[in-house]
């Protein structure tokens, strides 16, 4: 079977989606449909609906289009069957049931953003920048019925530098997973859908990568210095890390501050408070259990992400504050 009647089904929402279905439509895979999420309302009102990036594409370049509110409704099921997909290709979606997943006769694999069977879940990008690790990757694999723990088809790496943001990480592993779907979909050409993949090796040492929440989102000074580093540019620029600046006077309110970039700077701030902040030659730093952590970039509610030494020329005595 050649590529062009291989009948590919794509599945996915945001943006790292789009750059696996945009490198399918490019090189002239056939994808005759596109599922998605229901379009989100947003606005003061919720009275706007907006289009997930991959519904932006698909419109864009003439696919049609499928935003089931529930999986297993029998009308997107009828649907979904008319397309008579050969295989079925999940990026960055949602939890199918068998129904679904079982439907192309070459079966549904899926592009992770890590190297399975570490970061199981919905926030590896994130939770792997948090966690510090220097090296991820991206993992495709056939679904099955536990969520990220089917057969591996192949895996590649992606190094993460010391001073790399989610941002870098989410473009890099965009790109990268666009290129291992391709290559996936040609092993299955190849093999006339017997793709060969290995089952994932279970074990105690794997990190999970739950949903992330505003409360997920907290920073706790607590914390050595290079954990809350991690933290902090692990969340950057979305969600974004947050803390209460907190005034040392208790009947001051605290006001949120997210912060959004850090620096190590390896002075010591043994026996000092930990989230206590001084100014020192137009740098904010703040103390963490084991030292002073340089705060570059932050967003006091209500105003505009700005470099901590602009937010310093409003910023008055920041030793009388604490950040929790």
Known sequence: MEKKNLRIVFMGTPEFAV????????????????????DKPVGRHASVLRPSPVKEYALAHGLPVLQP??????????????????????????????VVWAMPRFGTFNVHAALLPDYRGAAPINWAVINGETLTGVTTFFLDHDIDTGRIIAQRQFPIPDDADVEYVYDGLMQLGAQLCTHTVDLVLST?????????????????????????????????????????????????????????????????L???????????SVGVEVGTLKAEKRRLLVATV????????????????????DYLNGFQHPEHFLLK
């Open 19 to 38: 750059g696996s279905l945009q490198r399918l439509v490019e090189n002239g895979y056939n994808v005759v449909a596109v599922v998605t999420q229901p």
């Open 258 to 268: 997210k912060i959004y970039k850090t620096a190590k700077t390896g002075e010591s």
């Open 69 to 98: 509110v529930k999986m297993k409704d029998e009308h997107f099921l009828e649907q979904l069957r008319s397309y008579d997909a050969d295989l079925q290709v999940v990026v960055a979606f949602r939890m199918l049931p068998e």
């Open 290 to 309: 084991d030292e002073w952590l340089e705060i570059l970039e932050l967003q006091p509610a209500g105003k505009k992400r700005m470099a901590a030494r």
């Open 192 to 256: 006339d859908g017997n793709a060969p993949s290995q089952p994932q090796q279970e074990s105690d040492a794997h990190h999970a990568a739950p949903k992330i929440f505003k409360e997920t989102c907290a920073i706790d000074f607590s914390l050595t210095a290079k954990r809350i580093y991690d933290f902090v540019r692990g969340l950057s620029p979305a969600p974004g890390a947050w803390c209460l600046l907190t005034p040392c006077d208790a009947n001051a309110p605290a006001q949120v």
